[in-house]
């Protein structure tokens, strides 16, 4: 084969890559709008705040006052309110990081500047009874009829304060506040209330040390 007839092939070839290219780029575009404007409904969403194509924002109660995103905050995580209650609020310039559960039947609320890494559980219920008979009726009332409209399940709010950051892998148990600008260690369970300023880890968490301007 001459050069110039591979030439020809080769710029035919990348005229078939480029249609190809352009159509795999384009055709996922018009459900992926339509999956936002879905995920948008569920939620109010403040200017510049994102939910990227991995989020999912599940709204039991279909009103989208329930869920509220601050401006310039990212999700990429899980937002989820029960039937029966409950409310997540996020402040502005927060992030929420991939397969990590944000699930209230409560009240959840994180201010502003917070960092929550992946693979991160957040809940200010039980999720479910503790009573067998009743842990199982509410199981089947799930894939029967969808989540009941009144259950108790201990709920107690959660509070994370202005610049906390929750490390990956954490679990977020309910009643508990998290102070201003404390850190949360890799793979900790926080059963009760983190002070301002401090970094903590272990199950159960617990304090390491205080933050300070020198000693970050």
């Known amino acids: 084969i001459s050069e110039s007839h591979r030439s020809i092939q080769t710029s035919k ?48 109660q279909f009103d989208k006052r329930a869920i509220s995103i601050g401006d310039f905050t ?31 039947s409560c009240s959840i609320e994180i201010g502003n500047r917070v960092l929550i890494s992946h693979g991160i559980t957040i809940m200010d219920g039980l999720t479910h009874p503790i009573d067998a008979d009743s842990r199982h009726q509410h199981y089947v009332d799930i894939i029967t009829s969808g989540h009941p409209l009144q259950l108790e399940l201990e709920e107690r709010p959660v509070r994370i304060q202005d610049d906390a950051w929750i490390g990956c892998n954490s679990v977020i148990l309910r009643g508990v506040t998290i102070g201003t600008g404390s850190v949360v260690g890799a793979g900790s369970v926080v059963t009760k209330d983190v002070p301002a300023g401090v970094i903590v880890a272990g199950n159960p968490a617990r304090v390491i040390r205080k933050i300070t301007k020198g000693n970050q």
């Open 74 to 104: 990212h999700i990429r995580g899980e937002l989820f309110v029960f039937a029966h209650g409950g409310s997540i609020t996020l402040g502005n310039h927060c992030y929420v990081g991939e397969n990590s559960k944000i699930w209230s």
């Open 13 to 60: 070839k990348y005229k078939i890559y480029k249609i190809w290219r352009n159509l795999k780029l384009t055709s996922t575009k018009p459900y992926q709008k339509i999956t936002d404007q879905i995920k948008a409904s569920r939620a109010m969403v403040g200017n510049h705040g994102r939910l990227h194509p991995e989020s999912r924002i599940i709204n039991a």
